[in-house]
């Protein structure tokens, strides 16, 4: 196993990315600090929010994307670009077993990334051979919230900001 660390820093955003080699597939640990979406051109793309009523999130998404058939029990969906079918954003959540709960709040989480909302959670870039993904994980009461965004890895760079931008303005609900 190997590990860097690399430091760098560019128009009020300091990236800390911890590179980890397992066995073939690179993992990108980001700890976010001082990020902003400033940099993706958001007002220049049309919007709809996708919204789950049942356990009360939501997130902007391109109004150009097409949403799969939804579970029967309404966890959360998949949205797959028009443009291109193998870049696409998963959303769910699901209520966290009690002894998960209680073990969870024993253990010390190191959130690194704060949504709009001030919801903290721990945001993850992973590159694999063929596929990049950006996921979300946060937590409120009972309640875990998942959030992936994913494209093949030449079109991850292009698709990065949209996705980031996506992440940032994630909801739950009060």
Known sequence: MSSTTVKSCSLQQQIYTKIKNFGGKTVLLLSLCSCTASSFLAPKVTWNTYNNSRHGFEFPYPSNWNALPEASNNDGIVLR?????????????????????????????????????GVSGVLLVEVDQQISSMSLSLSKDEIQYYWQARSQNEEFSDYYHLFYYIAYQYRIQE
């Open 81 to 117: 670009s028009s443009i291109n079918n193998s870049v696409e954003i998963r959303a769910w959540a699901a209520h966290r077993l009690p002894e998960l709960i209680e073990q969870n709040s024993k253990i010390t989480h190191n959130p690194n990334f704060q949504t709009a909302q």
